[in-house]
């Protein structure tokens, strides 16, 4: 059992690790070489430009003024400078909403912070029952200061009752005025939002084969038939997994080979070689820049017999399509709607925006979609409980004096003081948080086996998995754990009528191992985000080996995300701890509240300057934030129930019965009013744009604006290469009497004239030419649909698939 020394010793450490994290940070972000690690999104955005002046050499590496290493902390008024328009501007909506939870717990837990500690503490440290409980329970000097220490039977348990009353109308009032401005904020995100294809796309799913039909014309006629006055055109889902993985490959190969031919230019009196066997230990010795040109030379091979599978294989094209309108009344009135009588196919939804897609995905069968989330949920199950097993074994450390019970060999190494202090004040926190490194990645990959197409709900998926993991394993997990290894000794050799009270000591005495948590992971492991210790790393690898030119050095910053599927629910863990102990033991609050403010710093720091968020979701992450504090909340009241009715509490303890209740209608309450800004898009909204843009815009053209919105990126990888291909076989042919005089006039001419034809050809077939994958009937097919366009002849090289328009509407 920790005590007050050993969470001194933790404090110590963790305050330590974080100041000198801070004061590296302060140190490493001001010297230029390091500009693009600490201002990535500036570069990004334009805001901030390479350095090209003539200064000296070291000057470029090293900053020599004196002044700004005496403001080591200008950073902290630069995160509060942006006022929250202009952060919403800058980094969108949800990065702003993302800041709002944090300043949301410290309007919640500050009030709560002060009722307790001036009216809890005082009540419980009065109490005095756990100095008659020496012998049979093991507790420290903070157990006293928590409602363990108050004598069963006790009046003063009203004053807790009371307490707990308080603090759940607080956390629901701060939730009600919260949900309702984000929702307000939504609404108006979306109503200011500039032109977007998302607004006026839908994607649909499940769409029936048919032997007459290719999937394309299927669709057509479908929503030319439903949708006869809204709909626009379609853009077909190809499966190009497989020529994506190949791309991956070869820019891996590409980075090899380009470190090898850097490293062969600064030392020329050397090729570099090495063996192909395994690690480079046994096989034969090849030179590595000729090894890597084949193999990425075979590659290119691959990938061309590839792309024409793609663009030829009637096989490639999925029963998924992305479905646009001319307005965004007639997108919604689909994307809400039910587009079938048989329920399971034509199912609809609004279309996440084009770099929320997530492409792998829309390959996967949808019957498969039931059978693989079925899978994943007996998979996150098992995953679940087999960490239970080094969790338990965390709990050991924290609580020596329990397991010196059972294990009494292992006492004298464990009494040493220094171990002892660090054993119990530092090693259990730092433990947990390493077994829960690599667990947010575990959890991304197994929402994307169960299908999601976007980015954004793939991170609420895996934020929902871990929430149950933390609350099932870090919660529960180290609570009865614990409690388990601290009472071993008493359950065996207690009555069994004595092991219910002996429980509901023992958990509040847990408030000291989440204190020595929160510090690690909440103090220190907040100070570790800002310094950017592995961006930063790779980033100088990459620099020192593989960047050549300004874009290779754009490509090798690593900006990153907020990562919400990461720290929502580890959020959502501070809350549940504040609000389970608030009325059982106050003390951990100080240490929630110095996490709050101090994470809210550092995040307002990164979002303005570092993250570059993937997509935009205008805040659908809130009604699940909103959902899982209500939980804690509910968690709370059931916890203090328990506790109290060992108590011996019998006039108080009934009177927790209508917390819960009154929380549930409350949720209730908000879910109807709230939540269907999140879900769904007013037509009234829809309708009240699409004039305002009507009247503002008469002349809009649709039709190019949205022509390949939805394309996937793998075309435009096609368009390069056929590009590059039509460049190179480009044949200049003059007369051979002047050849030697007008080659490199002629050369430069053909290029330009070549380059400029190219863009011509493009552009005329991006915007009006139809693609088919059955060459047989592609001309019938073509005057069905279009008259008088564009044609590709037999010898053309296949072009992407672009996007195929509503034959009856015009340009």
Known sequence: MATLEDLGVSAFINILGAFVFLLLFAVLRIQPVNDRVYFPKLYLAHKRAHDHSSRSAVRRFVNLNVCTYITFLSWVPGALRMTEP????????????????????????????ALALLILVPVNVSGGTLLNLRKEVVFSDIDKLSISNVSPGSNRFFIHLLMAYVFTFWVCFMLYKEYSNVAFMRLHFLASQKRCADQFTVIVRNIPRTSSHSTSETVDEFFRRNHPDHYLGQQPVYNANRYAKLV?????????????????????????????????FCGREVDQIDYYRARISELERKMASERQKVLNDPKAIMPVSFVTFDSRWGAAVCAQTQQSKNPTQWLTDWAP????????????????????????????????????????FVQSLANLEGLEKVAPFLKPVVEVKVVKSFLQGFLPGLALKIFLYILPTVLLIMSKVEGYVSLSSLERRTASKYYYFMLVNVFLGSIIAGTAFEQLYNFLHQPPTQIPKLIGVAIPMKATFFMTFIMVDGWAGIANEILRVKPLVIYHLKNMFIVKTERDRERAMDPGSIGLGENLPSLQLYFLLGLVYAVVTPLLLPFIIIFFAFAFLVYRHQIINVYNQEYESAAAFWPQVHSRIIASLLISHVTLFGLMSTKKAAFSTPLLIFLPLLTIWFHKYCKSRFEPAFRKYPLEEAMEKDNMEHASEPNLNLKSFLANAYLHPIFHLFEEAAKEEQEETVEVRIDKAQKQQQQHHQQEETHVRSSSQYHEESHFRSTHETYYHHEESHVSRSNQYHEGIHVRSDTDSPSPPHFIYHYDIQP
């Open 86 to 113: 202009e952060l919403i501007a800058h980094a969108g909506l949800d990065s702003a909403v993302y800041l709002r939870i944090y300043t949301l717990g410290l309007k919640i837990f500050l009030p709560i912070a």
């Open 248 to 280: 991956k490959k070869k820019e891996r190969l590409q980075n090899w080979l380009d470190y090898y031919q850097l490293k062969f230019e600064r030392h020329p009196e050397k090729r570099p070689t090495r063996r192909t066997g395994c690690l480079g």
């Open 353 to 392: 925006e084009p770099r929320d897609v997530y492409w792998q995905n829309l390959a996967i069968p949808f019957f498969s979609l039931s059978i693989r989330r079925f899978l994943i949920s007996v998979a996150v199950f098992a995953l679940v409980f087999f960490y239970m097993i080094p969790i338990t």
